[in-house]
């Protein structure tokens, strides 16, 4: 009597030695290139490993993966973390543009001038951000006792400042 997984062969006095075919245990994950692009999407979005991994879903055990399998089938999803942003940023231009001057959509141009706009924006923040830091100097920075006492103090000066709010005006509720 055999199964197809299970069968069994008869040991020296007689008994049944049940052997097994088949591999033991769950099955190995199987990466996709749907959850490579889900992986990549969750995480130009500032999502968290933990929370991406609850949102990929193995499909032969129907349960989320946990994050090291995550970290193991996504490194280097994982590895561009940073670009991420900006890869989603850019195939959207792509998209835009694409849609916008090959096939004329006009909705898909005014997204792309959207778009354009944001980055225009974002350019000028950058610059006038780096043009103030090269001109005034770096602040040294603080030990951790000079830092709490500069907030005790600044916490004194606003307690102060309400005390004397309050005796000038009056309570106010």
Known sequence: MADDE?????????????????KRGRPAFERTEENARKVSMLLAMGWANSR????????????????PTLKRYFRSE??????????????QLEVAATAAFEHGNVGAM?????????????????????????????????GKKAADALAAEEADRLLMAELEQEAAGGKRH
């Not at 991406?52 to 994050?67: L, M, N, Q, V």
């Not at 959207?114 to 770096?138: C, F, I, S, Y």
Request: glycine share 6%; with cysteine; hydrophobic share 30%.
């Open 6 to 22: 299970n069968s069994y062969e008869v040991d020296l006095w007689g008994n049944r030695v049940y052997t097994r075919k088949g």
């Open 52 to 67: 991406i991994a609850r949102c990929i879903i193995d499909p032969r055990t129907g349960k989320h993966i946990s994050e």
């Open 78 to 91: 994982l590895q561009e973390r940073d670009f991420a942003r900006d890869r989603l940023v850019a195939r």
């Open 110 to 142: 005014r997204f792309f001038n959207q778009l354009v706009e944001k980055n225009d924006t974002m350019r000028a923040e950058e610059r006038l951000g780096r043009g103030d830091a090269q001109d005034t100097p770096a602040e040294e920075k603080l």
